[in-house]
């Protein structure tokens, strides 16, 4: 896939999807910036990137404190003088359970950083790459936007909106020569799905989806949704009534997985 990009700014990169990414990049001799809460984490995968020929700034941030993050972004486009790509990954699945006091809480944290966050990343640098006509803008949305998923009305939501989101940021940018990429994993083996008690069918080790993911950007796909099984399962999904959806939501999940019985809610605290 060459070196395509010289300066890429990644959210959510100490672990999972973003580190995978920012170690591949960081092979082919990119210079990165790399964004999330764990310090210790983001500081020895910067090393692991120096030694593979790459270049890494790391930048430790909770996306969802907004100021604290806006001022980081800035950071990295100063540090920078502007980015090749730019990928907005961080996320976090907070599991809801019913009955339970902490949904709410996990409601607003799923928003401000699945959403929120993701968007003014996308949004920050979108205004410069419009200016120099340069630039390819990538979110990281999931299969749990294409419908409800169980235990997981915040994820879905926010991953639902993204996907409209980066859609009409598409047409917004691409009179400026600028690209925008939708990547829509199913399972990917990480931290975050290690915390599942579902099934994950068609789960994919993390080091063969950033190859897939990598190949999408560089060929300017507008969305990609991966594996292909779980995208051919998808399209079925969507357009299946919501009796069938339910049964099958059911007999695959369990019916307490499917009613958020089941599991505890999450914290997203950095470790
Ligand atoms: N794995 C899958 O099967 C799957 C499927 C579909 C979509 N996705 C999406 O892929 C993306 C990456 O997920 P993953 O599976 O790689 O999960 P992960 O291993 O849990 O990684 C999440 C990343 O986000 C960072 N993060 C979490 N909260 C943050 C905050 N408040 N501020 C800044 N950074 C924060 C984490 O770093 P710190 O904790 O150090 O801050 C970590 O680097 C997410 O958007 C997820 O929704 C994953």
């Known amino acids: 896939m060459g070196k395509a990009f010289q300066k890429i700014f990644i959210t959510g990169a100490s672990t999972g999807i973003g580190r995978q990414l920012a170690l ?23 090393g ?14 909770d996306a969802t404190d907004e100021p604290a993050f806006l001022n980081s972004l800035g950071t990295a486009q100063v540090e920078s003088g502007g980015f090749d790509l730019v990928i907005a990954n961080a996320g976090w699945g907070g599991r809801m359970r019913y009955p339970g006091d902490k949904n709410i809480d996990v409601l607003n944290q799923v928003i401000d950083l699945n959403f929120r966050a993701a968007t003014q990343t996308l949004e920050f640098f979108a205004k ?6 340069h630039g390819h803008l990538v ?18 939501a ?19 020569g600028v690209y925008v990429t939708d990547i829509r994993p199913g399972f990917v083996r990480t931290p975050m799905t290690d ?3 579902v099934p994950m ?34 399209h079925l999904i969507k357009a299946a009534p919501d009796f069938l959806y339910d049964f099958v939501a059911a007999l695959t999940f369990g019916k307490q997985a499917v009613s958020g019985r089941t599991g505890k809610a999450e914290s997203n605290s950095p470790s």
């Open 24 to 46: 591949d990049y960081g092979k082919t001799g990119s210079e990165l910036w790399l964004l999330a809460r764990s310090e210790a984490k983001l500081t020895e995968l910067a």
């Open 48 to 61: 692991e990137i120096e030694i593979a020929g790459g270049q890494a700034h790391i930048l430790i941030c």
């Open 128 to 133: 410069y790459m419009v200016i120099a006509k």
């Open 139 to 156: 979110g990281v949305s999931s299969i749990a936007g294409f419908r409800g998923a169980p235990s997981a009305a915040a994820y879905s």
């Open 158 to 176: 926010t991953k639902a909106a993204l996907i409209s989101y980066l859609e009409s940021l598409r047409f917004s940018v691409r009179p400026f």
């Open 195 to 197: 915390r599942n008690v």
């Open 201 to 234: 069918p068609f789960l994919m080790e993390v080091d063969l989806a950033s190859k897939k993911i990598r190949r999408a950007i560089f060929r300017r796909r507008k969305r990609f949704t991966f594996p292909w099984q779980m995208a051919v399962l998808l």
